[in-house]
Protein backbone atom coordinates (compact mmCIF):
# COMPACT_ATOMS: atom_id res chain seq x y z
CA UNK A 1 0.00 0.00 0.00
CA UNK A 2 1.26 3.57 -0.17
CA UNK A 3 2.06 5.85 2.78
CA UNK A 4 -0.95 6.51 5.08
CA UNK A 5 -1.08 10.31 4.11
CA UNK A 6 -0.26 11.99 0.61
CA UNK A 7 2.26 14.77 2.26
CA UNK A 8 5.34 13.45 0.63
CA UNK A 9 3.88 13.48 -2.88
CA UNK A 10 3.00 16.99 -2.29
CA UNK A 11 6.03 17.72 -0.65
CA UNK A 12 7.98 16.48 -3.58
CA UNK A 13 6.22 18.73 -6.21
CA UNK A 14 6.19 21.27 -4.38
CA UNK A 15 10.27 20.62 -3.36
CA UNK A 16 10.90 20.02 -7.43
CA UNK A 17 8.73 23.39 -8.60
CA UNK A 18 10.73 25.62 -5.44
CA UNK A 19 13.85 23.62 -7.17
CA UNK A 20 12.96 24.93 -10.62
CA UNK A 21 12.25 28.73 -9.64
CA UNK A 22 15.57 28.49 -7.47
CA UNK A 23 17.27 27.62 -10.76
CA UNK A 24 16.54 29.13 -13.62
CA UNK A 25 15.50 32.56 -11.61
CA UNK A 26 15.29 35.40 -12.85
CA UNK A 27 13.64 33.94 -15.52
CA UNK A 28 14.61 37.21 -17.90
CA UNK A 29 17.23 37.18 -21.19
CA UNK A 30 16.17 34.38 -22.79
CA UNK A 31 18.46 33.37 -25.50
CA UNK A 32 20.14 30.76 -27.38
CA UNK A 33 24.54 30.28 -26.25
CA UNK A 34 25.60 29.13 -29.26
CA UNK A 35 27.04 26.22 -27.90
CA UNK A 36 25.90 22.42 -28.35
CA UNK A 37 22.86 22.16 -26.06
CA UNK A 38 24.75 19.34 -24.31
CA UNK A 39 28.05 20.31 -24.55
CA UNK A 40 28.41 20.54 -20.75
CA UNK A 41 27.58 17.50 -20.42
CA UNK A 42 31.45 16.27 -21.45
CA UNK A 43 33.17 19.69 -20.57
CA UNK A 44 36.48 19.76 -18.39
CA UNK A 45 36.24 21.05 -14.48
CA UNK A 46 35.32 24.72 -14.50
CA UNK A 47 37.64 26.71 -12.35
CA UNK A 48 34.93 29.02 -10.51
CA UNK A 49 33.69 25.16 -8.85
CA UNK A 50 34.22 25.58 -4.99
CA UNK A 51 33.66 23.03 -2.54
CA UNK A 52 30.81 24.97 -0.96
CA UNK A 53 28.77 24.98 -4.23
CA UNK A 54 29.48 21.31 -4.33
CA UNK A 55 28.17 20.85 -0.29
CA UNK A 56 25.15 22.87 -1.02
CA UNK A 57 24.36 21.24 -4.73
CA UNK A 58 23.90 17.54 -3.09
CA UNK A 59 22.50 19.17 0.19
CA UNK A 60 19.73 20.82 -2.36
CA UNK A 61 18.52 17.72 -3.41
CA UNK A 62 19.00 15.46 -0.38
CA UNK A 63 15.49 16.12 0.42
CA UNK A 64 13.73 16.04 -3.23
CA UNK A 65 15.07 12.32 -3.00
CA UNK A 66 13.95 11.84 0.76
CA UNK A 67 10.25 12.70 0.22
CA UNK A 68 10.08 11.07 -3.96
CA UNK A 69 11.10 7.82 -1.94
CA UNK A 70 8.26 8.47 1.10
CA UNK A 71 5.96 8.95 -1.56
CA UNK A 72 6.31 5.42 -3.23
CA UNK A 73 4.39 2.62 -2.49
CA UNK A 74 5.14 -0.03 0.56
CA UNK A 75 5.33 -2.91 -1.35
CA UNK A 76 7.76 -1.68 -3.93
CA UNK A 77 11.29 -3.30 -3.16
CA UNK A 78 13.78 -0.71 -1.51
CA UNK A 79 16.21 -1.05 -3.94
CA UNK A 80 13.55 0.02 -7.17
CA UNK A 81 12.36 3.06 -4.90
CA UNK A 82 15.71 4.04 -4.83
CA UNK A 83 16.57 3.88 -8.25
CA UNK A 84 13.31 5.67 -9.69
CA UNK A 85 13.86 8.34 -7.35
CA UNK A 86 17.96 8.86 -7.71
CA UNK A 87 17.29 8.75 -11.57
CA UNK A 88 14.37 11.07 -11.42
CA UNK A 89 16.41 13.44 -9.36
CA UNK A 90 19.06 13.32 -11.47
CA UNK A 91 16.85 13.55 -14.46
CA UNK A 92 15.22 16.75 -13.03
CA UNK A 93 18.77 18.09 -12.82
CA UNK A 94 19.58 17.41 -16.39
CA UNK A 95 16.54 19.14 -17.66
CA UNK A 96 17.35 22.19 -15.75
CA UNK A 97 21.35 22.46 -16.12
CA UNK A 98 19.88 22.37 -20.23
CA UNK A 99 17.55 25.34 -20.04
CA UNK A 100 20.33 26.99 -18.44
CA UNK A 101 21.72 27.28 -21.60
CA UNK A 102 19.23 29.79 -22.43
CA UNK A 103 19.91 31.84 -19.62
CA UNK A 104 23.21 34.64 -19.92
CA UNK A 105 22.75 34.78 -16.57
CA UNK A 106 23.48 30.39 -15.57
CA UNK A 107 26.37 28.42 -16.34
CA UNK A 108 25.12 25.21 -17.22
CA UNK A 109 27.47 23.04 -15.36
CA UNK A 110 28.29 18.87 -15.14
CA UNK A 111 29.73 19.00 -11.92
CA UNK A 112 25.84 20.78 -10.65
CA UNK A 113 24.60 17.84 -12.38
CA UNK A 114 26.79 15.16 -10.38
CA UNK A 115 26.63 16.89 -7.36
CA UNK A 116 22.61 17.48 -7.36
CA UNK A 117 22.58 13.47 -8.84
CA UNK A 118 24.65 12.05 -5.40
CA UNK A 119 22.09 14.66 -3.08
CA UNK A 120 19.25 12.93 -4.90
CA UNK A 121 20.99 9.00 -4.14
CA UNK A 122 21.42 10.08 -0.91
CA UNK A 123 17.81 10.90 -0.11
CA UNK A 124 16.55 8.52 -1.44
CA UNK A 125 18.39 6.00 0.68
CA UNK A 126 17.59 8.27 3.63
CA UNK A 127 13.56 8.03 2.05
CA UNK A 128 13.08 4.15 1.51
CA UNK A 129 14.45 3.42 5.62
CA UNK A 130 13.35 6.92 7.48
CA UNK A 131 11.00 8.18 5.32
CA UNK A 132 8.56 5.56 5.27
CA UNK A 133 8.99 4.75 8.68
CA UNK A 134 8.42 8.45 9.11
CA UNK A 135 4.86 8.23 6.84
CA UNK A 136 3.43 4.78 7.15
CA UNK A 137 0.61 4.08 9.35
CA UNK A 138 2.36 3.30 12.17
CA UNK A 139 4.81 6.03 11.75
CA UNK A 140 5.12 9.45 14.22
CA UNK A 141 3.72 12.02 11.65
CA UNK A 142 1.03 9.45 11.09
CA UNK A 143 0.20 9.67 14.52
CA UNK A 144 0.15 12.99 14.91
CA UNK A 145 -1.76 13.54 11.94
CA UNK A 146 -4.23 11.50 12.76
CA UNK A 147 -4.62 13.57 15.96
CA UNK A 148 -4.60 16.92 14.97
CA UNK A 149 -4.83 17.91 11.55
CA UNK A 150 -8.53 17.42 9.02
CA UNK A 151 -8.27 14.34 7.10
CA UNK A 152 -7.44 14.14 3.46
CA UNK A 153 -5.88 16.21 1.07
CA UNK A 154 -6.57 19.49 2.25
CA UNK A 155 -4.40 18.42 5.83
CA UNK A 156 -1.25 16.97 3.83
CA UNK A 157 -2.05 20.77 1.09
CA UNK A 158 -2.19 22.94 4.84
CA UNK A 159 0.89 21.56 6.11
CA UNK A 160 2.59 22.10 2.89
CA UNK A 161 1.24 25.71 2.93
CA UNK A 162 2.36 26.29 6.63
CA UNK A 163 6.11 25.03 5.26
CA UNK A 164 5.59 27.59 2.40
CA UNK A 165 4.76 30.16 5.29
CA UNK A 166 7.95 29.59 7.03
CA UNK A 167 10.36 29.29 4.20
CA UNK A 168 9.20 33.11 2.78
CA UNK A 169 10.17 34.16 6.77
CA UNK A 170 13.68 34.25 5.36
CA UNK A 171 13.26 36.76 2.77
CA UNK A 172 15.72 39.43 3.91
CA UNK A 173 13.45 42.59 2.87
CA UNK A 174 10.26 41.52 3.88
CA UNK A 175 8.48 43.34 7.09
CA UNK A 176 8.07 40.75 10.20
CA UNK A 177 4.92 38.50 8.82
CA UNK A 178 4.33 40.75 6.07
CA UNK A 179 3.70 38.55 2.86
CA UNK A 180 2.31 40.07 -0.37
CA UNK A 181 4.45 42.36 -2.14
CA UNK A 182 3.72 41.90 -5.73
CA UNK A 183 5.20 45.46 -6.51
CA UNK A 184 8.31 44.31 -8.30
CA UNK A 185 6.49 41.50 -10.41
CA UNK A 186 5.18 44.49 -12.06
CA UNK A 187 7.63 46.88 -11.77
CA UNK A 188 5.64 49.56 -9.46
CA UNK A 189 6.93 52.29 -7.42
CA UNK A 190 6.38 52.20 -3.78
CA UNK A 191 3.59 54.27 -3.43
CA UNK A 192 3.69 56.49 -0.52
CA UNK A 193 7.67 57.95 0.53
CA UNK A 194 8.62 56.79 4.13
CA UNK A 195 7.56 58.75 7.09
CA UNK A 196 9.22 57.32 10.06
CA UNK A 197 5.97 57.54 12.26
CA UNK A 198 3.54 56.36 8.98
CA UNK A 199 5.96 53.75 8.63
CA UNK A 200 5.73 52.39 12.12
CA UNK A 201 2.04 52.62 12.15
CA UNK A 202 1.61 50.31 8.76
CA UNK A 203 4.32 48.29 9.90
CA UNK A 204 2.40 47.58 13.18
CA UNK A 205 -0.75 47.29 11.23
CA UNK A 206 1.04 44.36 8.89
CA UNK A 207 1.79 42.66 11.90
CA UNK A 208 -1.60 42.54 13.80
CA UNK A 209 -3.54 41.73 10.52
CA UNK A 210 -1.07 38.56 9.50
CA UNK A 211 -0.50 36.94 13.31
CA UNK A 212 -4.53 36.94 13.19
CA UNK A 213 -4.24 35.54 9.37
CA UNK A 214 -1.86 32.67 9.81
CA UNK A 215 -2.95 31.93 13.29
CA UNK A 216 -6.98 31.27 11.94
CA UNK A 217 -5.36 29.63 8.86
CA UNK A 218 -3.41 27.46 10.82
CA UNK A 219 -6.79 26.13 12.76
CA UNK A 220 -8.20 26.34 9.51
CA UNK A 221 -5.96 22.62 9.27
CA UNK A 222 -6.63 21.53 12.70
CA UNK A 223 -9.51 19.44 13.97
CA UNK A 224 -9.64 21.58 17.17
CA UNK A 225 -7.80 24.15 18.62
CA UNK A 226 -4.13 23.00 19.96
CA UNK A 227 -0.40 24.69 20.70
CA UNK A 228 0.04 24.05 17.02
CA UNK A 229 -1.41 27.31 16.16
CA UNK A 230 1.25 29.52 18.86
CA UNK A 231 4.04 26.50 17.63
CA UNK A 232 3.92 27.85 13.97
CA UNK A 233 4.20 31.67 14.84
CA UNK A 234 6.62 30.84 17.27
CA UNK A 235 8.44 29.08 14.55
CA UNK A 236 8.22 31.96 11.90
CA UNK A 237 9.48 34.38 14.58
CA UNK A 238 12.53 31.58 14.73
CA UNK A 239 12.70 32.13 10.69
CA UNK A 240 13.01 35.50 11.13
CA UNK A 241 15.88 35.48 13.92
CA UNK A 242 17.73 33.19 11.12
CA UNK A 243 17.19 35.36 8.75
CA UNK A 244 18.14 38.61 10.68
CA UNK A 245 21.74 36.39 11.60
CA UNK A 246 22.47 36.18 8.23
CA UNK A 247 21.34 38.60 6.16
CA UNK A 248 22.25 42.06 7.33
CA UNK A 249 24.95 43.90 8.29
CA UNK A 250 25.74 43.76 10.79
CA UNK A 251 24.32 40.59 12.22
CA UNK A 252 21.66 41.18 14.49
CA UNK A 253 19.16 38.57 15.76
CA UNK A 254 16.81 40.49 16.95
CA UNK A 255 16.52 43.06 14.18
CA UNK A 256 12.97 42.08 13.50
CA UNK A 257 11.51 43.21 17.02
CA UNK A 258 11.30 46.86 16.35
CA UNK A 259 8.38 49.13 17.75
CA UNK A 260 6.43 48.78 14.81
CA UNK A 261 6.72 44.52 15.42
CA UNK A 262 6.04 44.71 19.57
CA UNK A 263 2.72 47.14 18.81
CA UNK A 264 1.52 44.34 16.34
CA UNK A 265 2.42 41.63 17.98
CA UNK A 266 1.01 43.10 21.23
CA UNK A 267 -2.57 43.65 19.00
CA UNK A 268 -2.62 40.59 17.01
CA UNK A 269 -2.41 38.27 20.42
CA UNK A 270 -5.32 39.71 21.62
CA UNK A 271 -7.57 39.87 17.68
CA UNK A 272 -5.91 35.82 17.37
CA UNK A 273 -7.33 34.58 20.70
CA UNK A 274 -11.26 36.44 19.92
CA UNK A 275 -10.82 35.23 16.74
CA UNK A 276 -10.53 31.39 17.62
CA UNK A 277 -13.84 31.27 19.10
CA UNK A 278 -15.70 32.78 16.46
CA UNK A 279 -17.61 29.60 14.44
CA UNK A 280 -15.57 28.17 11.89
CA UNK A 281 -17.34 29.85 8.46
CA UNK A 282 -16.78 33.17 10.43
CA UNK A 283 -13.13 32.24 11.18
CA UNK A 284 -12.47 31.29 7.65
CA UNK A 285 -13.78 34.74 7.08
CA UNK A 286 -11.75 36.89 8.98
CA UNK A 287 -8.72 35.14 7.74
CA UNK A 288 -9.60 35.84 4.55
CA UNK A 289 -10.01 39.52 4.95
CA UNK A 290 -6.71 40.04 7.38
CA UNK A 291 -5.14 38.17 4.44
CA UNK A 292 -5.92 40.89 2.10
CA UNK A 293 -5.26 43.51 4.66
CA UNK A 294 -1.66 42.84 4.86
CA UNK A 295 -1.41 42.60 1.18
CA UNK A 296 -3.06 45.75 0.73
CA UNK A 297 -0.96 47.48 3.48
CA UNK A 298 2.35 45.50 2.37
CA UNK A 299 2.16 47.32 -1.48
CA UNK A 300 1.45 50.52 -0.05
CA UNK A 301 4.40 50.40 2.76
CA UNK A 302 7.81 52.10 1.60
CA UNK A 303 10.75 50.17 1.80
CA UNK A 304 12.62 50.69 5.17
CA UNK A 305 15.89 52.76 4.40
CA UNK A 306 17.54 51.74 8.12
CA UNK A 307 17.89 47.58 7.02
CA UNK A 308 22.01 47.15 5.01
CA UNK A 309 21.86 43.81 3.59
CA UNK A 310 24.78 41.86 3.18
CA UNK A 311 25.14 41.86 -0.48
CA UNK A 312 28.23 40.03 -1.12
CA UNK A 313 26.45 37.46 0.43
CA UNK A 314 23.24 37.78 -1.04
CA UNK A 315 24.60 38.13 -4.30
CA UNK A 316 26.46 34.69 -4.17
CA UNK A 317 25.03 32.12 -6.76
CA UNK A 318 23.24 29.80 -3.98
CA UNK A 319 22.13 32.62 -2.15
CA UNK A 320 21.00 35.01 -5.20
CA UNK A 321 19.12 31.66 -5.81
CA UNK A 322 17.56 31.23 -2.29
CA UNK A 323 17.01 34.81 -2.22
CA UNK A 324 14.87 35.05 -5.62
CA UNK A 325 12.55 31.92 -4.21
CA UNK A 326 12.17 33.51 -0.80
CA UNK A 327 10.75 36.09 -2.56
CA UNK A 328 8.54 34.59 -4.77
CA UNK A 329 7.19 32.50 -2.51
CA UNK A 330 6.49 35.85 0.30
CA UNK A 331 5.07 37.63 -2.49
CA UNK A 332 2.53 34.69 -3.89
CA UNK A 333 1.72 32.94 -0.25
CA UNK A 334 -1.41 35.12 1.07
CA UNK A 335 -2.72 34.35 -2.48
CA UNK A 336 -2.01 30.78 -2.00
CA UNK A 337 -3.89 31.04 1.80
CA UNK A 338 -6.58 32.66 0.37
CA UNK A 339 -7.24 29.90 -2.24
CA UNK A 340 -7.03 26.95 0.51
CA UNK A 341 -9.61 28.54 2.85
CA UNK A 342 -11.77 29.08 -0.19
CA UNK A 343 -10.97 25.32 -1.06
CA UNK A 344 -11.93 23.67 2.52
CA UNK A 345 -14.96 25.81 2.86
CA UNK A 346 -16.36 24.35 -0.70
CA UNK A 347 -15.53 21.10 0.00
CA UNK A 348 -16.90 21.15 3.84
CA UNK A 349 -19.98 22.42 2.25
CA UNK A 350 -20.29 19.95 -0.12
CA UNK A 351 -19.93 17.02 2.91
CA UNK A 352 -16.90 15.99 1.67
Known amino acids: MRSATQLPRYLALAYALLIGYACLHP ?12 DFVGAPW ?52 TVQNYLPTRVASNVDLGANALGGLIGAVLGVFAGRRLF ?41 FGLGDIRSFFDLP ?5 NPERFMRLETAIVAANVLAVGLLTRSMLQRFSLTVIVVLVLGLGMRTLAASNFYVPPRP ?9 GGLAAGVPLLIAGLLLPRLIRHMVAAVALLAGAVLVNIAPENPYLVFNQ ?41
Open 46 to 97: PKYITALDIVLNVLGFVPFGFVLAAAQPARWPRWAVVVLAAVTGALLSFSLE
Open 254 to 262: LLWLTPGAI
Open 312 to 352: TLINQGHFLNFSGLTHLVAGVWPFLALGYLSAINLLRSNGR
Open 27 to 38: FSGWQPSGLPLF
Open 190 to 194: TPLPF
Open 136 to 176: DADGWWHQWYSRRLIHGHLGDVGVVLIGLWLLAQLSPKTLL
